[in-house]
């Protein structure tokens, strides 16, 4: 029987690992290093070093395999991203019967969360033959930024919504909340929005030595945010971020 572990690492910083997340660690025959190209080289870097640092285990190997690209501006999005899931399984099938076969346990660090804007919990139902899944939490990127600003997500008595750039460029201000979070946002959806009343806390690299914060008045610090990020997108070549809209009176 297959056991595959996804194991939720954090948003960058390997001292934001839960015990589980060691034990699991270490209990696995295989870990899988998803290689995402050079410009992302920095993601494949981490979880090397997280290995480095808490694996001890002598018997668990290492393997590293390209994880697929999506293809950008398809016409129909939900077909090809789809499309992309398969393409990402038959990689980790082909990695995991060539390093292990059918019987053992592999694992693969999930960045933040494996619950939240990540796609290895549907993609780990497309394995054949289906494994036994085996969870290990971790801290999402919207905890790394609420904790990065010091700020509490929620209002007292009041919910929040979490969203992504497109769908808040698409469809504007979600109705029925004050507080929105944006994750997944290439494009700083937020230029779209009026500003008026909004306030905005923003991250990027969250947990990692080149972290950025800032935060403000949307209409006063919008254009900030918007040029830190393009400079920072050049210099490294990749960038993650997200922020928080709050809509007060």
Known sequence: MLTL???GIGCGDPGQLTRAAV?????????????????????????????????T?????????DLPVREAGEADYHKGVDDWHDAVAAAWSRTIASQLGDDGK?????????????SSLRIA??????????VVPGITSIQALCAAHALPLNDIGEPFLVTTGRRLR???????????????????AFQSLDPAGLHIWWGAYLGMPDQ?????????????IVAARQDARERHGWIMDSYILKRRP
Request: one cysteine or more; a negative charge; hydrophobic letters at 50%.
């Open 125 to 134: 139902r497309r394995l054949d033959p289906l494994p036994d899944i085996d």
């Open 5 to 7: 572990f996804l194991i």
């Open 212 to 224: 950025i914060v800032m935060s403000g008045v949307l209409a006063e610090i919008g254009p900030s």
């Open 106 to 118: 592999v694992a693969l660090l999930i960045w933040g969360d494996p619950s939240l804007y990540d």
């Open 57 to 65: 285990n002598q018997a668990t190997r290492i393997a590293e395999f």
């Open 23 to 55: 034990q699991a660690i270490n209990a696995a025959d295989l870990i899988l290093i998803p290689r995402k190209g050079m410009a992302k080289s920095d993601l494949a870097d981490l979880r090397r070093t997280i290995c480095a640092d808490v694996l």
């Open 170 to 188: 698409e469809g504007g201000w979600p109705q029925g909340v004050d507080t929105v979070v944006v994750m997944l946002d290439g494009s700083t």
